[in-house]
């Protein structure tokens, strides 16, 4: 409750009002209201947890492909996850992810700042096999004049690349796994020999084992890069240069796991690395999500 202080002045609450002095005047501040939430409302704000949950993994697998991402990455991907999971036909609480239609995240970029429209003058273009091959081809890219950033007046010259990662997620696992990860050589630096031509097709083909049910992301980045006087390679660039994003995305089905299985035969389709698993709270969502929905209900029936 209220009490005068020294001032002679009213300190503290009375009613939903509370009363303060700040630098030698009083103010009054009136306390926010209990705003009470329907069943529909408290289940919402659930799904965009899990929502928000599954996309830390995939910032994560970003952070070690490339230097660039910009501060609101994380709200941009919330919104593509949040697209996906609404199209699932299954009642809130009981959607598995790994379902999805991952479609919406091909074209996602996670640095805007460094569009590919303004850092890449060519068209990759990425195509899924029914095996779950992945082809990416570029058609007569030169470097020099379709890549800005080689334009500029560099010494010595720079090399540039670009990184593809296949990644595959397991929400209901909680796993994923880098199938494969590799550098697609545009131009090599001032001091590599023998140099590359000045204009070639980019072709990439690449066939793993793929775990079953699982989405598979088709990360790309452009990366720069110098050697140093031990021929090491120093990476270069900026946060207006340096593209990153996803090719392509799709979730293995069972047609395409039979499939994949038939093919992928031998140490040459082993995927990179062993799966590795992350920590989500989609159990504890669902859980809550079913226990909202069971108070409403016992609720209701009084």
């Given at each position: 409750m209220a009490k005068i202080n020294k001032n002679g002045r009213l300190s503290g609450k009375k009613g939903h009002e509370v009363y303060r002095d700040v630098n030698g005047e009083s103010i009054v501040q009136s306390m926010p209201?209990?705003?009470?939430?329907?069943?529909?409302?408290?289940?919402?704000a659930h799904e965009f947890g899990i929502s928000s949950n599954a996309t830390k993994i995939i910032r994560q697998i970003g952070s070690l492909l490339f230097e660039y991402m910009d501060p609101y990455v994380s709200g941009r991907l919330n919104a593509v996850m949040q697209k996906c999971v609404s199209q699932l036909p299954e009642a809130a609480g009981h959607k598995n992810l790994n379902q999805i239609d991952p479609s919406p995240f091909i074209g996602f970029q996670f640095n805007p700042d460094a569009p590919f429209e303004k850092t890449l003058h060519v068209f990759p273009r990425c195509s899924i096999q029914p095996d779950g091959t992945v082809e990416i081809t570029i058609d007569a890219i030169t470097p020099k004049q379709n890549i800005p950033?080689?334009?500029?007046?560099?010494?010595?010259?720079?090399?540039?690349?670009?990184?593809?990662?296949?990644?595959?997620?397991?929400?209901?696992?909680?796993?994923?796994?880098?199938?494969?990860?590799?550098?697609?050589?545009?131009?090599?630096?001032?001091?590599?020999?023998?140099?590359?031509?000045?204009?070639?097709?980019?072709?990439w083909k690449c066939l793993k084992k793929l775990p079953k049910e699982a989405l598979v992301f088709v990360y790309f980045s452009l990366h720069y890069y110098q050697l140093d006087w031990l021929e090491h390679r120093k990476m270069i660039g900026e946060k207006t240069m340096n593209p990153a994003g996803f090719l392509h995305a799709f979730c293995v089905n069972e047609e395409m796991y039979i499939k994949n299985q038939a093919t992928a035969i031998g140490p040459d389709h082993k995927p990179l690395r062993e799966a590795e698993w992350f920590y989500t709270i989609l159990l504890e969502k669902k859980t809550e999500i079913d226990r909202i929905k069971a108070k409403a209900e016992k609720k209701r029936k009084k």
């Open positions: 209201r209990v705003v009470k939430q329907t069943t529909n409302t408290r289940i919402a950033f080689l334009q500029r007046d560099i010494n010595p010259d720079p090399g540039a690349f670009l990184r593809v990662a296949l990644v595959s997620i397991d929400y209901a696992q909680e796993a994923y796994q880098i199938l494969a990860q590799e550098e697609i050589m545009l131009v090599k630096s001032k001091m590599e020999q023998p140099p590359l031509p000045a204009t070639f097709d980019v072709q």
